[in-house]
């Protein structure tokens, strides 16, 4: 516990032990008084210095409260990075959710994002044979809903360069994997308890670096991933160079990679699964120390006090002092 204004501990000290002094001496002269007359005190102990006691005690509290105490509480709230990646395949053209996977997804996303409090950064890329980060990680909310509503689809699909390239982002420098084929290590990347990566993709890879390796090592840094599956088993075509091609949802990479980093995987079928898979997210919670002051408390603990004082006093004594 601290105090905005510790001297007035020292002045509580030293004003009730003043008052207690005063009132011991004051009653020692009354008992004396009564002696030397030859009464006898007929009060019980308890009725003659209850209520004076009660009402001395209210005034360190009251002093103390006024020191304004202040103690950190920890709350749990909402906060860290959440980098939205976005397949822009051609793939995500396809019609199957309505009015395409893409669309369907940005619409979803922004809604999420506004959802989210100023304490969330979010940032956003745009993946396809490549990955680009759009939007660096921001609290202005609004610059990653922009951001979102830019991304157009093109090429083909490289889930692994979207997570390597979304763990550079977090970790603030290149990440890729060995080209010798050995296990990923973690380069010094750094622990990140509180990054999330979120996937909308239909699933389909075309290429790219290793997608189980790179979940590893975002796994190992810490970072989680969230997948959303964007479209339907079942899948529909889309039209690339003038032929049509078939498109179907891989649930089985996407559920992979969200295990691998402790996420989840949710499928979204049409709109309306979207926005309940959004929503479902589980971003991290984290505590943080808040000071909380406490003078109300102490005010209202001297106010009872004195108001049981006051009426003690008055009913056995006919007086409050």
């Not at 970072?223 to 078939?246: A, C, K, N, Y």
Request: glycine letters at 10%.
């Amino acid at each position: 516990m601290s105090f905005l204004h510790p001297l007035l501990l020292v002045v509580a000290v030293v004003v009730t032990g003043a008052v207690v002094f005063a009132y011991t001496a004051m009653q020692r002269r009354r008992s004396a008084a009564l002696a030397a007359a030859g009464f006898a005190d007929r009060q019980g102990r308890v009725r003659r210095h209850l209520p004076y006691v009660l009402l001395l005690a209210a005034l360190p509290i009251l002093l103390v409260g006024l020191a304004r105490p202040q103690a950190e509480v920890a709350v749990p709230r909402v906060s860290g990075t959440v980098l939205l990646a976005f397949d822009i395949s051609n793939s995500m053209s396809a019609t199957d959710v309505e009015p395409s996977r893409l669309v369907a997804a940005q619409a979803a996303a922004t809604r999420f994002v506004e959802a989210q409090p100023d304490t969330v950064d979010v940032g956003v890329l745009a993946f396809g044979s490549q990955a680009l980060l759009t939007q660096a990680p921001t609290d202005d909310h609004a610059a990653a809903v922009a951001a979102i509503k830019r991304v157009k689809t093109s090429g083909g699909t490289s889930l692994g360069q979207a997570i390597l390239v979304g763990l550079g982002t977090i970790v603030g420098k290149p990440v890729g994997l060995p080209e010798d084929g050995t296990a990923p290590t973690t380069q010094d990347l750094g622990y990140w308890p509180s990054a999330t990566i979120v996937v909308f993709s239909d699933g389909e890879e075309t290429g790219g670096p290793d997608v189980q390796a790179a979940a590893e090592l975002a796994a190992a840094a810490g970072v989680r991933i969230q997948t959303v599956g964007v479209g339907t088993t079942q899948g529909g075509t889309v039209e690339v160079d003038g032929f049509q091609l078939g498109t179907a949802l891989d649930e089985k990479t996407l559920t992979a990679i969200a295990q691998t980093t402790g996420g989840s995987y949710r499928p979204a079928g049409d709109a309306d699964a979207l926005t309940e898979a959004t929503s479902a997210i589980d971003l991290r919670l984290t505590t943080e120390k808040e000071p909380i002051e406490l003078t109300a408390p102490f005010a209202a603990a001297a106010l009872l006090l004195l108001t049981l004082g006051a009426l003690l006093s008055t009913r056995w004594h006919g007086r409050i002092v």
